[in-house]
T-cell receptor
Framework: DVKVTQSSRYLVKRTGEKVFLECVQDMDHENMFWYRQDPGLGLRLIYFSYDVKMKEKGDIPEGYSVSREKKERFSLILESASTNQTSMYLC??????????????FGPGTRLTVL | AQTVTQSQPEMSVQEAETVTLSCTYDTSESDYYLFWYKQPPSRQMILVIRQEAYKQQNATENRFSVNFQKAAKSFSLKISDSQLGDAAMYFCAYRSGLFSSGSARQLTFGSGTQLTVLP
């Protein structure tokens, strides 16, 4: 079974703090993704990576950065957390391939509250 | 840019009955994939079913089936013999079939439908 894990289920931070959200997958997937999930908005892509040290902006990258130093690990960084970044953050991974349907496998999510 | 619309924020169904969740999408592409994902309360999102746009036959997975209408850009999910464990948020998602690096691999999600199953 594909396993995608996230470092925390719940996190409470203060405005202005630097926040790290970690995601690890154990299936040697090339692609990794960070989404945020808000009621009524579904999932919106923040950043994704299709290889080590490679990253692409998603739909809402402002206020976030990412790091992928190893294939299995993809980190989301909030340089200076703000209250409007209070949300559920979901990590996902998928296998790269020309014929692949790129099924994405999700982690359990991190519910971040910024006070 | 592609958009995915789920017009039913909430739905309910009686246990053992059938329910259909609606999804429409907008795209100018001819090659793409469509997905339904399920997110149970406090649990991980999992894939329910997937449909390749080039396939005319509707996908089926046990009690889950889709009605894919390519011309109408409609992709509804039918759940038969509903069970209490089907209660979840359901998301419809789109992915381009074009092979290219970068953004072609991302999924575009709808806003979700919260399904309640009544005993």
């Amino acid at each position: 079974d594909v396993k995608v894990t996230q470092s925390s289920r719940y996190l409470v931070k203060r405005t202005g703090e630097k926040v790290f959200l970690e995601c690890v997958q154990d299936m040697d997937h090339e692609n990794m993704f960070w989404y945020r999930q808000d009621p009524g908005l579904g999932l919106r892509l923040i950043y994704f990576s299709y290889d080590v040290k490679m990253k692409e902006k998603g739909d809402i990258p402002e206020g976030y950065s990412v790091s992928r130093e190893k294939k299995e690990r993809f980190s989301l960084i909030l340089e200076s957390a703000s209250t409007n970044q209070t949300s559920m953050y979901l990590c996902a991974s998928s296998l790269y391939g020309r014929e692949s349907t790129d099924t994405q496998y999700f982690g359990p999510g991190t519910r971040l509250t910024v006070l | 840019a592609q958009t995915v619309t789920q017009s039913q924020p909430e739905m309910s169904v009686q246990e053992a009955e059938t329910v259909t969740l609606s999804c429409t999408y907008d795209t100018s592409e001819s090659d793409y994939y469509l997905f339904w994902y399920k997110q149970p309360p406090s649990r991980q999102m999992i894939l329910v079913i997937r449909q390749e746009a080039y396939k005319q036959q509707n996908a089926t997975e046990n009690r889950f089936s889709v009605n894919f209408q390519k011309a109408a850009k409609s992709f509804s999910l039918k759940i038969s013999d509903s069970q209490l464990g089907d209660a979840a948020m359901y998301f419809c998602a789109y992915r381009s079939g074009l092979f290219s690096s970068g953004s072609a691999r991302q999924l575009t999600f709808g806003s979700g439908t919260q399904l309640t199953v009544l005993p």
